[in-house]
């Protein structure tokens, strides 16, 4: 849905989207018997706002949001045959894109833009509601078979920023540009694991653990990620070199 909201000024667009799908799991059976189906759901929604200032200006807002949410996750599991009980989890508490981005015409030969990006998320994948404290996770490394618990509780929370100008210069021969790009910002993570244990079997027989030693909270921050560059398509007559 979009269109204006002053004429000639202001302008919005925004959208919905929820999509669901389910699927059988091979070789993977409900405590009845029944074979486990993994629910999956992921709704979006976007939003711009575009203000023209003047005839030369332009200022674009844009947000947009996702609620991921799967039930039977099986990725980034030790082993091949996962129980549903030890199916991983994943919400999404946060998780957004906000945009500002200015441009501007200088001249008939001169070009200008500047933005600013900003993600904030929060990702949680692991536990599943009905996992109580007291259940760990056990593995069969003979079968390749996690059961009676996930193999973790894990939160991921990023907030990178990124900034980025540039200065377009274009004339029947040249076609110039340059500009900066900048990133930066810090991501934090947390695992968690019940009992900080992880029980061993072999084809049923108990056989040895892992013993661990969570929380384990590490936290990274990208100071710097910066980068300028110049480039210019530079046309004579039939012939086209692009130098950068």
Known sequence: LGGPVARD???????FRRRSYNWFVANTTNPDGTQFVEDNRQTDI??????LAGRDNRLTFGYQRGWPERKGRRTNQPATFVNPEAALYQTTPLNYIGQAKWTSTLSS???FETGLSVLKGHFITGYRPETESTDVTKFDFTRSLLFNAPIYDSSSNPNPYAYMASLSYATARHNLKTGVQ??????YHEYRKNGDILLRFNNGVADSVDLFNTPVSPRRSLDADHGVFIQDAWTMNRLTVNLG
Not at 9 to 15: E, I, R
């Open 46 to 51: 976007t939003g711009r706002l575009t203000l």
């Open 182 to 187: 900048l990133r930066w910002g810090p991501n």
């Open 9 to 15: 000024k202001v302008w919005f667009f925004t959208s």
């Open 109 to 111: 030969k001169m070009f």
